[in-house]
């Protein structure tokens, strides 16, 4: 009897939203298995025995709860200390197959529970070397063989004496994962659901005193018109604001759907245990005293308990949620702000933040369609809202303010996946230290603070803002406006300066302020003064009322050149604002012709007239500053070109050794070597110079040749091997920056000179140096730098720019998580500022760019695949027009985070520090 590791339990959301924790089998679940087969019915023990049987003997039970977890293994799927699930292989001896069959619990058929334990069971499978998977099953268990079916292995069935034998290989293909995907996000979205969309809530802690939170929950619930039945729950209390209370949920005569808990942080647990017993669907716990103040254990518990009794929770330390849509009508908040309905879904981690937030949004008029503040996102987190968004057919625009991410590569796989049909705009406050200045090599030290969350948001196609008016003004566009086709901008307006602050924030963001159509200028002459403008900006003059606002604003938009349009005021004593906004207003919205471009307002005025503006089908955003209608005019353009452009494929390189790469790391990692400067414990390894060029040419990426030696007469005959002129390189566990200490001689054309810089190399390193490499001396091209480095939060970032000895000096790089589409390695040759040397600067003769992607993208496919490697620095590269040669490589390796199985849904750990 062994023992299993942690990683192979998880709790894990069913297809109707529920939750239930899946587990290895224990001897001790004898008992546990004897109260399922008293709950299974004939049916379902004739389907799975082929027979009827009767009660199991305690030797039969303790066989069956005793596993090796190798070659016989079995999981259960537990629901409130209960199993109501197992499944379990059995080896064929001496084989890579295994035998698998299921039970299921009546009551718990068509929740997806088979198919999610064969995700589970064929991951732990993998692992243990079996390849195949093979069941009989009778041919009326329809229910088993949907599951194989459903799965997306490719399955073999065959019929004979009675029995479906079905066989199938159980390595993750894409149809595969493609079905677990898609499993998980039905399941996830309902879970959401179950949350946002309840038919009954019980408010545990309402309060009689108005201006306490557990009052102001309860009575922003019973004001905003929720749609189904409000149980105030208090412990003495009759009622509270004239409503029936109950002293537990339990005592509740109906069933309760959401439970919120507004009660002291020690009783949290007496809540959730209540609501357990009573069959609550989901939690919203409001009170705080958790992980935000050092009590992870208690979070934890929280957590398990919950998802244990099938339930999911938002929370805890958190303001509530909000459902807008008038089917459910639910405000289960303690803010004075009660959103307006509209189409942006919007989640805050921060729940002080939170109320102003919903303030800002009511100030400008913005709707939500469903708001969460997530506290501590200890269960449900952005991820999960994600999901839920994705298919919420009220929901055009996503808003996050994040504080930390809790599984952000799962948040990267899910937000390209959304922003391709919804906009994500993203508010991140902290710093993700993805490295540091003191790091050993070249990467490391160039991977600043926050450059992991950019390249995940610009990979995902994630509009990130910087503040919170940055956050609602791009919603504005988003939401009201169409997306621009381009990002040539017109800009109107009745005033030259801001116009021309209009324009400068323009061309600093990216858009462009082209001369106008003929056609446009000429429709404008006879619609303005003869004092006016009818360049590109458009000055009306200030004595332009509505009427030459309205033609315009039409001229403008008809013109074919033009892809938005910002329209500015600035109130003159002769013309009414009002009057001018509802010409915007009603050009913008007009049926015919119709317009698809977007148009943004600019009221520099105290009393702008939003409320005009927001009127109507096609209501126009409205900013008070010229520079913040051009910014989020900018990201709406810039999200539109993301989305229009090819997402780019995965990178696949089949001669890619990773076998060979993975046999040199376990070598290194079996015997380290002191780290630069004696290494931390726990930092892994260093590479000597051979193991790292093995490891590039088992990714067959080209270094330049290399002789590593040890005296004056092999460094002799390696310059002869690889050609003069030669460069001397020192080398040594402990020896990094070898320029900056002297380590390197280059331009060594004969033998004297060669021998003589290899003594002064011993002298000046001394012990740091135990040998050194002849290399030929390469010259021409261009240096470029492309490494790895570990995010501890976001794993491996790949990292190109200009390189050298300068490289850290003007740090002129770009930064990408893996894993790398061909897409993500184009969009890294083109980031740097020195990108214009690699094709043809001032008459040079253009780099080998497919060579040199090639080199970027192998070494994507190999930091996304070994996991050990902790840093790679290839610097120099040199691109030349015949080719690409890595000059210089170091890669430290390191034991890997412990992951969980690949292939599996699972929620992430409850209690963990979210970075």
Same mark, same amino acid.
């Given at each position: 009897?062994?023992?299993?590791?942690?990683?192979?339990?998880?709790?894990?959301?069913?297809?109707?939203?529920?939750?239930?924790?899946?587990?290895? &089998?224990?001897?001790?679940?004898?008992?546990?298995?004897?109260?399922?087969?008293?709950?299974?019915?004939?049916?379902?023990?004739?389907?799975?025995?082929?027979?009827?049987?009767?009660?199991?003997?305690?030797?039969?039970?303790?066989?069956?709860?005793?596993?090796?977890?190798?070659?016989?293994?079995?999981?259960?799927?537990?629901?409130?200390?209960?199993?109501?699930?197992?499944?379990?292989?059995?080896?064929?001896?001496?084989?890579?197959?295994?035998?698998?069959?299921?039970?299921?619990?009546?009551?718990?058929?068509?929740?997806?529970?088979?198919?999610?334990?064969?995700?589970?069971?064929?991951?732990?499978?993998?692992?243990?070397?079996?390849?195949?998977?093979?069941?009989?099953? #009778?041919?009326?268990?329809?229910?088993?063989?949907?599951?194989?079916?459903?799965?997306?292995?490719?399955?073999?069935?065959?019929?004979?004496?009675?029995?479906?034998?079905?066989?199938?290989?159980?390595?993750?293909?894409?149809?595969?994962?493609?079905?677990?995907?898609?499993?998980?996000? #039905?399941?996830?979205?309902?879970?959401?659901?179950?949350?946002?969309?309840?038919?009954?809530?019980?408010?545990?802690?309402?309060?009689?005193?108005?201006?306490?939170?557990?009052?102001?929950?309860?009575?922003?619930?019973?004001?905003?018109?929720?749609?189904?039945?409000?149980?105030?729950?208090?412990?003495?209390?009759?009622?509270?604001?004239?409503?029936?209370?109950?002293?537990?949920?339990?005592? &509740?005569?109906?069933?309760?759907?959401?439970?919120?808990?507004?009660?002291?942080?020690?009783?949290?647990?007496?809540?959730?245990?209540?609501?357990?017993?009573?069959?609550?669907?989901?939690?919203?716990?409001?009170?705080?005293?958790?992980?935000?103040?050092?009590?992870?254990? !208690?979070?934890?518990?929280?957590?398990?308990?919950?998802?244990?009794?099938?339930?999911?929770?938002?929370?805890?330390?958190?303001?509530?949620?909000?459902?807008?849509?008038?089917?459910?009508?639910?405000?289960?908040?303690?803010?004075?702000?009660?959103?307006?309905?509209?189409?942006?879904?919007?989640?805050?981690?921060?729940?002080?933040?939170?109320?102003?937030?919903?303030?800002?949004?009511?100030?400008?008029?913005?709707?939500?369609?469903?708001?969460?503040?997530?506290?501590?996102?200890?269960?449900?987190?952005?991820?999960?809202?994600?999901?839920?968004?994705?298919?919420?057919?009220?929901?055009?625009?996503?808003?996050?303010?994040?504080?930390?991410?809790?599984?952000?590569?799962?948040?990267?796989?899910?937000?390209?996946?959304?922003?391709?049909?919804?906009?994500?705009?993203?508010?991140?406050?902290?710093?993700?230290?993805?490295?540091?200045?003191? !790091?050993?090599?070249?990467?490391?030290?160039?991977?600043?603070?926050? @450059?992991?969350?950019?390249?995940?948001?610009?990979?995902?196609? @994630?509009?990130?803002?910087?503040?919170?008016?940055?956050?609602?003004?791009?919603?504005?566009?988003?939401?009201?406006?169409?997306?621009?086709?381009?990002?040539?901008?017109? &800009?109107?307006?009745?005033?030259?300066? $801001?116009?021309?602050?209009? /324009?400068?924030?323009?061309?600093?963001?990216?858009?462009?302020?082209?001369?106008?159509?003929?056609?446009?200028?000429?429709?404008?002459?006879?619609?303005?003064?003869?004092?006016?403008?009818?360049?590109?900006?458009?000055? #009306?003059?200030?004595?332009?009322?509505?009427?030459?606002?309205?033609?315009?604003?039409?001229?403008?938009?008809?013109?074919?050149?033009?892809?938005?349009?910002?329209?500015?005021?600035?109130?003159?004593? @002769?013309?009414?604002?009002?009057?001018?906004?509802?010409?915007?207003?009603?050009?913008?919205?007009?049926?015919?012709?119709?317009?698809?471009?977007?148009?943004?307002?600019?009221?520099?005025?105290?009393?702008?007239?939003?409320?005009?503006?927001?009127?109507?089908?096609?209501?126009?955003?409205?900013?008070?500053?010229?520079?913040?209608?051009?910014?989020?005019?900018?990201?709406?353009?810039?999200?539109?070109?993301?989305?229009?452009?090819?997402?780019?494929?995965?990178?696949?390189?089949?001669?890619?050794?990773?076998?060979?790469?993975?046999?040199?790391?376990?070598?290194?990692?079996?015997?380290?070597?002191?780290? $630069?400067?004696?290494?931390?414990?726990?930092?892994?390894?260093?590479?000597?110079?051979?193991?790292?060029? /093995?490891?590039?040419?088992?990714?067959?990426? $080209?270094?330049?040749?290399?002789?590593?030696?040890?005296?004056?007469?092999?460094?002799?005959?390696?310059?002869?091997?690889?050609?003069?002129?030669?460069?001397?390189?020192?080398?040594?566990?402990?020896?990094?920056?070898?320029?900056?200490?002297?380590?390197?001689?280059?331009?060594?054309?004969?033998?004297?000179?060669?021998?003589?810089?290899?003594?002064?190399?011993?002298?000046?390193?001394?012990?740091?140096?135990?040998?050194?490499?002849?290399?030929?001396?390469?010259?021409?091209?261009?240096?470029?730098?492309?490494?790895?480095?570990?995010?501890?939060?976001?794993?491996? #970032?790949?990292?190109?720019?200009?390189?050298?000895?300068?490289?850290?000096?003007?740090?002129?790089?770009?930064?990408?998580?893996?894993?790398?589409?061909?897409?993500?390695?184009?969009?890294?040759?083109?980031?740097?500022?020195?990108?214009?040397?690699?094709?043809?600067?001032?008459?040079?003769?253009?780099?080998?760019?497919?060579?040199?992607?090639?080199?970027?993208?192998?070494?994507?496919?190999?930091?996304?695949? @070994?996991?050990?490697?902790?840093?790679?620095?290839?610097?120099?590269?040199? !691109?030349?027009?015949?080719?690409?040669?890595?000059?210089?490589?170091?890669?430290?390796?390191?034991?890997?985070?412990?992951?969980?199985?690949?292939?599996?849904?699972?929620?992430?750990?409850?209690?963990?520090?979210?970075?």
């Amino acid at each position: 009897m062994g023992e299993y590791p942690a990683r192979w339990e998880a709790d894990v959301v069913l297809a109707d939203g529920g939750t239930v924790h899946v587990r290895p &089998i224990r001897p001790d679940d004898a008992d546990r298995l004897l109260d399922l087969f008293h709950r299974l019915s004939a049916e379902t023990v004739y389907l799975r025995f082929f027979t009827p049987v009767g009660e199991p003997t305690r030797a039969q039970l303790e066989h069956l709860a005793c596993v090796d977890y190798e070659d016989r293994m079995a999981l259960v799927a537990t629901l409130g200390g209960d199993v109501v699930a197992v499944a379990r292989y059995d080896r064929r001896r001496g084989s890579d197959e295994a035998e698998v069959a299921f039970t299921v619990q009546d009551d718990q058929q068509g929740r997806g529970l088979g198919t999610l334990l064969l995700e589970h069971l064929a991951a732990v499978a993998r692992e243990q070397g079996i390849r195949r998977f093979f069941a009989e099953v #009778l041919p009326g268990n329809r229910r088993m063989l949907a599951v194989f079916a459903e799965a997306g292995y490719e399955v073999e069935s065959r019929l004979e004496d009675g029995l479906v034998t079905v066989r199938f290989a159980i390595e993750p293909t894409p149809e595969a994962r493609a079905r677990i995907e898609a499993r998980e996000h #039905l399941a996830e979205a309902r879970s959401v659901q179950r949350l946002l969309a309840p038919s009954s809530i019980a408010v545990v802690g309402a309060s009689r005193r108005p201006g306490t939170i557990g009052h102001e929950v309860l009575r922003n619930l019973l004001l905003g018109g929720f749609s189904g039945p409000v149980y105030p729950v208090h412990p003495q209390a009759r009622s509270v604001a004239g409503v029936r209370a109950y002293p537990t949920v339990e005592d &509740i005569p109906d069933h309760v759907d959401l439970a919120v808990a507004v009660v002291p942080a020690p009783a949290v647990m007496g809540v959730v245990r209540s609501c357990a017993r009573a069959g609550v669907h989901g939690l919203v716990v409001i009170s705080a005293g958790f992980a935000e103040v050092g009590r992870l254990d !208690a979070e934890r518990e929280l957590v398990t308990t919950s998802r244990a009794w099938g339930m999911r929770l938002i929370g805890p330390n958190c303001m509530g949620v909000v459902n807008t849509d008038p089917d459910v009508g639910m405000n289960a908040t303690f803010s004075p702000y009660a959103p307006r309905p509209g189409r942006v879904g919007f989640a805050s981690q921060s729940g002080a933040l939170g109320i102003e937030l919903l303030a800002q949004a009511a100030g400008l008029g913005l709707g939500i369609s469903t708001f969460v503040s997530m506290g501590n996102k200890a269960d449900v987190s952005g991820n999960d809202l994600l999901q839920y968004w994705e298919a919420d057919d009220r929901t055009d625009v996503i808003l996050l303010y994040l504080e930390s991410f809790g599984n952000p590569r799962k948040f990267a796989r899910l937000a390209r996946r959304v922003s391709r049909t919804k906009p994500i705009v993203a508010l991140k406050s902290g710093r993700s230290a993805a490295g540091s200045r003191a !790091a050993a090599s070249h990467t490391a030290a160039l991977a600043e603070a926050d @450059v992991a969350v950019d390249a995940l948001f610009h990979q995902a196609g @994630v509009i990130r803002v910087h503040t919170v008016h940055e956050l609602f003004e791009t919603a504005q566009v988003l939401s009201h406006q169409p997306l621009p086709g381009g990002r040539q901008v017109a &800009i109107l307006s009745n005033g030259g300066g $801001p116009a021309i602050l209009a /324009a400068d924030a323009c061309e600093e963001l990216g858009l462009a302020v082209p001369p106008l159509a003929e056609a446009t200028r000429e429709r404008l002459r006879a619609v303005a003064g003869a004092d006016a403008s009818v360049g590109n900006p458009v000055d #009306l003059t200030a004595s332009a009322g509505a009427p030459q606002y309205r033609d315009a604003l039409a001229a403008l938009l008809a013109d074919a050149g033009i892809d938005a349009v910002i329209v500015i005021f600035v109130p003159p004593l @002769v013309t009414d604002a009002r009057e001018v906004a509802a010409a915007i207003r009603d050009v913008r919205g007009a049926p015919d012709p119709p317009h698809d471009k977007p148009v943004v307002a600019c009221f520099l005025t105290r009393d702008a007239p939003g409320d005009v503006l927001g009127e109507g089908p096609s209501p126009v955003p409205w900013f008070r500053l010229p520079e913040s209608a051009a910014r989020a005019l900018a990201h709406a353009t810039r999200y539109a070109a993301w989305r229009e452009r090819d997402p780019g494929r995965p990178l696949q390189y089949p001669d890619l050794d990773l076998d060979g790469v993975r046999a040199i790391v376990r070598e290194a990692l079996g015997a380290p070597a002191p780290g $630069p400067g004696g290494g931390a414990a726990g930092s892994g390894t260093w590479l000597s110079w051979e193991q790292a060029v /093995a490891v590039l040419e088992a990714a067959r990426v $080209p270094v330049a040749p290399g002789v590593i030696v040890r005296s004056p007469a092999e460094a002799r005959a390696a310059a002869a091997q690889v050609g003069w002129p030669v460069v001397l390189k020192a080398t040594g566990p402990t020896l990094t920056h070898r320029t900056e200490r002297g380590g390197v001689v280059l331009g060594i054309s004969d033998e004297a000179t060669l021998g003589a810089a290899l003594r002064e190399l011993r002298t000046r390193l001394g012990d740091d140096m135990d040998a050194a490499v002849v290399q030929p001396m390469l010259g021409g091209g261009v240096e470029t730098i492309v490494g790895v480095t570990q995010d501890p939060t976001f794993g491996p #970032l790949v990292l190109f720019g200009t390189g050298g000895v300068t490289a850290e000096l003007w740090r002129d790089v770009a930064f990408r998580l893996v894993p790398l589409t061909d897409r993500d390695v184009d969009e890294l040759l083109r980031s740097p500022r020195g990108a214009p040397l690699l094709t043809g600067y001032r008459g040079a003769a253009p780099v080998d760019l497919a060579a040199l992607a090639e080199v970027v993208g192998r070494v994507g496919v190999l930091a996304d695949a @070994v996991d050990e490697i902790a840093e790679l620095d290839c610097n120099p590269v040199l !691109a030349r027009p015949d080719g690409v040669w890595v000059l210089d490589v170091k890669i430290r390796v390191a034991a890997p985070p412990v992951r969980p199985p690949v292939g599996v849904r699972r929620l992430r750990e409850p209690g963990l520090p979210r970075a």
